[in-house]
């Protein structure tokens, strides 16, 4: 299971912190990724990290303001997000793959139950 945190409501140029913890059990993952999805438009890419090796990638639309990272020994990934915008508001969603696919949510297996961000003055 993977459970998502960190979401609130923020004004324009602020940060927020997304956590995502992965409990119930081990399972292989190459990517832990983050995805958003705002209403009326489909789900998409924010930033993945490779699990064992590490590499983070990032969409263009947030490269430069968020950071992936993550800490194996709590089983946890986390998205930190500085000078957000109010496009940024939307539903975000951890996931896990085991493919090289990382951009894609179509390759992800496990994904959590999504956190608010929303961004407004």
């Known amino acids: 299971q993977l459970q998502a945190s960190g979401g609130g409501l923020v004004q324009p140029g602020g940060s927020l912190r997304l956590s995502c913890a992965v409990s119930?059990?081990?399972?292989?993952?190459?990517?832990m990724g983050w995805f958003r999805q705002a209403p009326e438009r489909e789900r998409e890419f924010v930033a993945a990290?490779?699990?064992?090796?590490?590499?983070?990638f990032y969409a263009d639309s947030v490269k430069g303001r968020f950071t992936i990272s993550k800490n194996n020994a709590l089983n946890t990934v986390f998205l930190q997000m500085n000078s957000l915008k109010p496009e940024d508001t939307a539903i975000y969603f951890c996931?896990?793959?085991?493919?090289?696919?990382?951009?894609?949510?179509?390759?992800?297996?496990?994904w959590g139950q999504g956190t608010q961000v929303t961004v407004s003055s």
């Open positions: 996931a896990t793959t085991r493919s090289i696919y990382y951009s894609s949510p179509t390759y992800y297996s496990t």
């Open positions: 119930g059990g081990s399972f292989m993952r190459n990517y």
């Open positions: 990290i490779r699990w064992n090796a590490g590499g983070s």
